[in-house]
């Protein structure tokens, strides 16, 4: 009773202080018999049941619905959850995340350009562009350039591109077909997907080997991945990422002149040949004002 009524007082916060934290990890330790206490007062017997009935650990499940996890799953996430409260303190960020969503706040963006991300993630460094002497490994990027360039001229023709689509919240732009919402309100934005999480596009990768090894040699991938084609003229409307806990990269590939993009207050020019490296949970906006089709290579890493 103690300690649904400490959940109970939880009141919805911004910032997580190193005591509400404590108070968090203290609960999942005594409510969830996760270690073995001195006096041997957590019973081994205690059933699935009863573990289900903890207040703590439903309030869990609830604030992590979103992530749509199937029942073994969730009991990995449980049982990660209360390990990490026996040793908080390399943990600081991920439960003061996760102690925010189960009191239903979102942390204050760390920039005013981060305020339109549905999920900020506490404690990350929040850089618009991020500079080429912390990510060294873009020149491995650049230098996979021609054999990069040479899968994407094989695929000209073929059937894999699609028309790219954010989801519902990301824009007001009303696909025709009612699938997600567009990004552009001028032109054209189609993309050939190689890695998007849990989606199979083994044919895909099977016609783009050397692409596909460059991004396996990536370290912290976040299996997000694929050519990106914008007709001239297009214009993609501004919009924030689904998240601050991933970086975007990007390399040229081919008529990228004309074409710039905006994140925050700052403004990076594509490049044949060249890469960089921006945080897309800041309000971005893109411009072609090229003759020709210009096609990037996207990918995702894990933010440092």
Avoid at 81 to 93: D, F, G, H, I, W
Avoid at 198 to 221: A, M, W, Y
Avoid at 272 to 289: G, L, P, R, Y
Wanted: glycine share 6%; proline share 6%.
């Amino acid at each position: 009773s103690t300690v649904s009524r400490a959940i109970s007082e939880f009141n919805p916060i911004g910032h997580i202080s190193s005591i509400e934290t404590e108070t968090f990890c203290l609960l999942l330790i005594e409510f969830t018999c996760v270690s073995k206490m001195s006096d041997d007062t957590c019973s081994s017997s205690s059933s699935d049941d009863e573990q289900d009935a903890n207040p703590l650990l439903e309030r869990l499940d609830t604030a992590l619905e979103d992530f749509h996890l199937n029942k073994l799953a969730k009991a990995g996430v449980r049982n990660w959850v209360q390990k990490m409260a026996q040793n908080p303190e390399p943990y600081k960020r991920v439960l003061g995340w996760l102690l925010g969503r189960i009191n239903g706040s979102k942390p204050s963006p760390t920039s005013k350009w981060q305020k339109g991300c549905p999920e900020i993630f506490p404690g990350l460094r929040a850089l618009p562009v991020w500079t080429r002497e912390e990510l060294p490994w873009l020149d491995q990027v650049e230098q996979a350039f021609p054999a990069v360039r040479k899968e994407l001229m094989a695929l000209r023709e073929s059937s894999g591109f699609q028309p790219f689509r954010q989801p519902s919240w990301a824009t007001k732009l009303k696909a025709d077909d009612q699938v997600g919402s567009l990004s552009h309100d001028k032109g054209d934005w189609n993309v050939y997907y190689l890695h998007l999480h849990n989606k199979d596009f083994q044919q895909h990768v099977e016609q783009c080997p050397k692409t596909c090894q460059l991004l396996d040699s990536i370290s912290r991938p976040y299996h997000h991945a694929l050519f990106s084609a914008l007709t001239p003229g297009s214009h993609i409307v501004p919009h924030n990422g689904p998240t601050n806990k991933k970086l975007r990269v990007h390399l040229g590939l081919c008529s990228t002149s004309g074409s710039r993009l905006r994140v925050g207050e700052a403004v990076v020019h594509w490049e044949e040949s060249k890469a960089f490296c921006f945080d897309d949970s800041f309000e971005h906006e893109v411009w072609h004002d090229g003759d020709a089709t210009r096609i990037v290579l996207i990918f995702d890493i894990w933010h440092p």
